[in-house]
């Protein structure tokens, strides 16, 4: 899980992109908050390196979490057998709230696809063999046996207890 968080190549699970929703949030806000923190505090004391150095943490941590949330959309759309090009329907209001909801809840395709292997290690479905039919007689009269048991070949070595019959 989280192999490659940053990287565009490759297929994630359901889960893994749920999660990535929730931790990318909390780490984003965290830096979000530090920078904003900074930012004032820096403000505040009337120093301007301060205030400038809060706005970097804050563009830094805004760049990182949108990599990092750009990266996992287009793996899961990967996984489900999309172009990363439509993570930008996240983009339109409304839409991109109902096309991230499809994104979390739809299942994946089943087996390799163009973006890669399947991370569930599921093979597609393949076609059973015919069917073999097979009549059972259940009934208790007598099977009638075309060639007697007489005429079959003999085994090749009798059974220890006919030889020890015929030695007494």
Not at 83 to 89: E, H, N, P, T, Y
Request: proline share 7%; with cysteine; hydrophobic share 45%.
């Amino acid at each position: 899980m989280f192999k490659a968080p940053f990287s565009f190549d490759g297929r994630i699970r359901r889960i893994e992109y749920f999660l990535s929703g929730i931790i990318g949030g909390v780490v984003s806000s965290i830096a979000w908050a530090l920078g904003v923190g900074t930012f004032v505090l820096g403000a505040a004391s009337g120093s301007a390196g301060g205030s400038v150095f809060g706005l970097l943490i804050g563009l830094a941590a805004m760049i990182a979490s949108i990599w990092f949330s750009l990266a996992q959309g287009v793996k899961r759309l990967h996984d489900l057998n999309k172009s990363g090009w439509l993570i930008l329907l996240c983009c339109v209001p409304i839409v991109g709230w109902i096309f991230a909801l499809y994104m979390l809840f739809a299942d994946g395709t089943v087996g390799p696809n163009p973006y890669g292997a399947d991370p569930k290690n599921r093979m597609p479905y393949q076609a059973q063999p015919a069917s073999v039919n097979v009549t059972v007689n259940v009934s208790r009269e007598e099977v009638k046996v075309d060639k007697p048991v007489e005429d079959a070949p003999a085994p090749a070595e009798a059974p220890a207890e006919e030889n020890k019959e015929k030695a007494e």
